[in-house]
Every structure is written in structure tokens, then in C-alpha cells.
């Protein structure tokens, strides 16, 4: 039977920020979970890439890895660093930056209804 979770080992631990390894000049990522109700994706991003300001309509919850990554939200910058996480409300426009190597998980929570 398949799981809902994809991509990593089950029934064992795992370094979750060995998942998804750094590409030089690059964002990576490696998706989890993809449905209508949720999605997990873990990303890393080499010194110097950034995402560029876009919106998504999900409530989103960022978590920092490793390294450091810098969040605009609404215009406001935050600092990422290791065991530090974020909300981003649907609909907020925002962008990230990786002042160094970066690693982060991205959880989205979708309303069903607002997709449709």
C-alpha cells in the first residue's frame, strides 16, 4: 500500500536535511506530499539564488533547516536561520533570498473551497 508521504525511507530515522542536496546555481526541491489539502516540499537553494515575489493561496509554513535565508513577506524582511520558522498567510506576496547555502521545508495548507 503507498503512502501519502513520498520520497523518504519509512520505518527508520532519517536526516531530513540530507534530503535534498545543494546544486551549484540552483534551487532544489523534493516534493512530499502534493494534494488539495496540503503540500511538503523541502528545498535548497546554493549562495545567491533567491525566488522572486509571487503568492500562493495556500497559509504556508516555512522552517529552516540549515544556513540562512532571508523571507520578504508583504515587504517586511525576516531572517531564516536553523530551527526558525515562519507563517505566510494565503494570498501575502513574498520572495526568498540565500545569502549562503540554504536548506528549508515548506509545508502549504489549502482551503478545499478557495481552490475551486
Known amino acids: 500500500m503507498a503512502g501519502i508521504i513520498k520520497h523518504v525511507p519509512v520505518h527508520e530515522l532519517f536526516d531530513v536535511t540530507q534530503q535534498v542536496g545543494y546544486v551549484d546555481d ?3 526541491s523534493k516534493t512530499l506530499v502534493q494534494n488539495d489539502y496540503v503540500s ?3 528545498f535548497s537553494f546554493a549562495k545567491g539564488e533567491e525566488i522572486s515575489t509571487h503568492t500562493s493561496n495556500g497559509d504556508a509554513l516555512v522552517e529552516c533547516l540549515d544556513g540562512h535565508g532571508q523571507i520578504t513577506i508583504d515587504g517586511t524582511p525576516y531572517e531564516l536561520t ?3 520558522a ?3 498567510p494565503a494570498m501575502a506576496p513574498h520572495s526568498l533570498y540565500a545569502p549562503e547555502n540554504f536548506r528549508m521545508q515548506l509545508t502549504q495548507v489549502f482551503d478545499p473551497e478557495s481552490r475551486q
Open 82 to 84: 536553523p530551527g526558525r
Open 40 to 42: 511538503i516540499t523541502l
Open 26 to 28: 540552483s534551487v532544489a
Open 86 to 88: 515562519i507563517v505566510i
